[in-house]
């Protein structure tokens, strides 16, 4: 098992590649700010982007302050160098947790 912490920001960034085939068990969108945002969750395979919007699979969430988005019902099967991207809409408030297993 891996786990990846990223700081999220305003511009999507990559929060978890793919290297060969693995599994995401969890995500955690932790708002670590005393104000509410609002997330983004895209999911790409590895020949896609965020750009078009057709690979947002949680938009514009809010997270209240001081509060956790956990996304663990969904199991995402992954392929080598697809791509879990995420953004928010306060810089420095947001730290997004990943935690996969390769197989």
Do not use: R
């Not at 693995?22 to 104000?35: P, Q």
């Not at 199991?75 to 935690?99: E, L, Q, Y």
Request: net charge neutral.
């Amino acid at each position: 098992m891996a786990i990846q912490n990223t700081a999220l920001t305003t511009t999507a960034s990559a929060i978890y590649v793919s290297s060969g085939n693995s599994a995401v068990t969890t995500v955690h969108l932790c708002n670590y700010s005393g104000s509410s945002v609002q997330a983004n969750v895209y999911l790409a395979p590895s020949t896609g982007n965020v750009a078009n919007g057709t690979t947002v699979i949680y938009g514009n969430v809010t997270i209240g302050a001081y509060n956790t988005l956990i996304i663990y019902q969904e199991k995402f099967v992954m392929s080598n160098g697809d791509t879990i991207w995420a953004n928010v809409s306060a810089p420095s408030s947001v730290t997004a947790t990943v935690s996969s297993l390769g197989f």
